[in-house]
Each structure stands twice: as structure tokens, then as C-alpha cells.
């Protein structure tokens, strides 16, 4: 892919080399480069990606993203004049964006439900991917339980893998035939910019507890991470308002004038659960919906 086509829409502030290069892929782990590929110096929580330019430039990297001055990359990192070096305001950002360019920006083709909240996601993720798999004979899922592409269940390192490897998998899910998937969207990768790029069309809202707050550090910093989620849907937000923060949820989105579905046990749901019996085999309610 020529390299103008992979940096399209992404704000791009300086430049210095040919745009008209071809691209052999992009990467985030100078480890992983390849000649002709595309080096981005991502800042990350314990190391940061400019500190790896040499190593990426020794593997043949032909073009390296950065956030920081062009000239003064040039002068720390002996980076070559053949070398074409792109400075932008984030390059998490620009990782994400030029991921989905790559891949072909796979998720404007899918119907993408992501799911976010502290407990309850992988869960939610299952029943969600054996609905959508009746429904249309397969589907596409990632999260805890890995990435599940055409059937098969692949390892991924994180809940909500890093954005390469998410718009990489969402291609091999469209390709394979799948139209939909479900994806656990963790606080750090909504945090992380990871899934800036993702194209959701419903969010699903399960809860927020008192964990992940050495990342976030308050409550109200976890709650801001999460709700970015339901500002980037297209379709529906469908959130549980049993809970604290869950009700705060529906009551912003909606004074923002977006879609929301409230699901729980309290009796201001628009789906409501109740006459409820259980024991160890099953669990067996009334269903309470708009429509009866």
C-alpha cells in the first residue's frame, strides 16, 4: 500500500520524505520491523517508542511516525535523509487510524456491538456471540477469551487487543464471512486510544466497581474512560441502570440525544427482569419489555 493511502484522514503536522513510498505494513514494536515498513513511535506507560528508532531503523524501517520535532528526531536518533519521518499530535492516534486504513477500515462493513464495565463482560460477550451465531451462522468475537475468527479461537495478549491487531482480526472476520462481532472494550484501550478506529454500532453498559483505579486513580476517571465507548456508537446504548453509574450513563447520553435501552431489575427499565426463581441448574424469569 502506497503510504499516502495509509496516512488518509489522519492530521499530519510535518513531513520530510516521499509520500508516494510503499508501505510494507506498520508496527509499534521495533522488533517487529520490516523492510519498507512503517515505525510508530508510540509513548507508552513504561517505555517510550522514540527511544526505539535505531533498532527500528536498523531492521530497515523506510518510514517513522513520531509526536516529537522532526529535526530534533533527526539529531538524537542519526536518522538517515533517505528515511521519510511524519510527525503527528498522537501517534496512538495515528497507529489506530492507519491500522484501520490497512485493513481497509473492515468494521464500516460489520455490525460491531462492543461491551464495556468492570464484571460481567465476558459473560455478556458469550451469550451475545452464541445469539449473533444462530442468528446468522457465524460471528466474530474478542475479548478474554481470545479472538474467535471463522470458528477457531486464536491468543491475544490483552482483553481488547491493541489496535493493529484488532482491525487485522475484523478483516479476517469480514473475509471469512462474518457480519458481526462482539468485543469486550476495556478502560485501558478506550484510555489507550486502541479502538478509536472501531466503527461500533450498539455499546452495552454492565457495571463499574472499586478495581483498575491504580490505572484510572479515581472513580470519576474510570467512569469518563468508559463512557467514551457510548459516544462513538452508531445504532444503540444499551446500559444497566441497577447500577449507580449506569443510570449516571443513561441520564448523559441521553441529554446528549443519543439512543439508550436501559436494562436491571429496577422498575424504570425498559427491559425488566422479574418474578425471578433459581437454583443450580437454571434460572427462570418474566420478561418485561416495550412491547409486553
Known amino acids: 500500500m502506497k503510504l499516502k493511502n495509509l496516512l488518509d ?36 506507560l513504561q517505555s517510550d517508542g522514540h527511544d526505539f528508532i535505531p533498532d527500528a531503523l536498523s531492521r530497515g524501517a523506510g518510514t517513522i511516525v ?26 496512538r492516534a495515528a497507529l489506530s487510524r492507519m491500522a484501520s486504513n490497512l485493513y481497509s477500515r473492515p468494521s464500516r462493513d460489520m455490525n460491531i456491538i462492543g461491551v464495556t464495565g468492570t464484571n460481567g463482560k465476558t459473560t455478556t460477550t458469550y451469550l451475545i456471540h452464541s445469539v ?24 491475544s495478549t490483552h482483553t481488547t487487543p491493541e489496535s493493529i ?13 462474518s457480519k ?23 455499546g452495552v453498559f454492565t457495571n463499574l466497581t ?3 483505579l491504580d490505572f484510572h486513580k479515581t472513580m470519576e476517571q474510570y467512569y469518563k474512560a468508559k463512557r467514551r465507548l457510548f459516544y462513538m456508537t452508531g445504532r444503540i446504548n ?22 439508550v435501552l436501559t436494562y436491571g431489575l429496577n422498575e424504570d427499565a425498559d427491559i425488566r427482569a422479574g418474578s425471578i ?13 416495550p412491547d409486553g
Open 9 to 44: 484522514g489522519l492530521d499530519i503536522l510535518d513531513c520530510r520524505g516521499n509520500m508516494e513510498t510503499e508501505a510494507a505494513g506498520i508496527c509499534y514494536n521495533s522488533k517487529k520491523v520490516m523492510p519498507g515498513a512503517v515505525f510508530i513511535a508510540v509513548e507508552g
Open 238 to 259: 444499551v446500559i444497566n441502570i441497577d447500577d449507580p453509574y449506569g443510570r449516571r450513563l443513561a441520564a448523559d447520553l441521553s441529554m446528549a440525544g443519543r439512543k
Open 277 to 289: 426463581c433459581f437454583d443450580h441448574s437454571r434460572t427462570e424469569f418474566t420478561l418485561f419489555t
Open 165 to 177: 491487531e484488532i482491525h487485522k482480526a475484523l478483516r479476517q472476520m469480514l473475509d471469512s464471512g
Open 66 to 91: 513520531v509526536s516529537r520535532s522532526i529535526e530534533e528526531v533527526k539529531q538524537l536518533f542519526n536518522v538517515p535523509d533517505d528515511a521519510v519521518i511524519l510527525r503527528v499530535q498522537d501517534t
Open 180 to 202: 458481526s462481532c462482539v468485543m469486550e472494550v476495556s478502560s485501558h484501550a478506550l484510555e489507550l486510544g486502541r479502538v478509536l478506529d472501531v466503527e461500533f454500532d450498539a
Open 210 to 212: 472499586h478495581e483498575n
Open 132 to 155: 449473533l451465531e444462530q442468528a446468522e451462522g457465524k460471528a466474530g468475537q474478542i475479548g478474554t477469551l481470545g479472538i474467535m475468527i471463522d470458528n477457531r479461537w486464536h491468543d
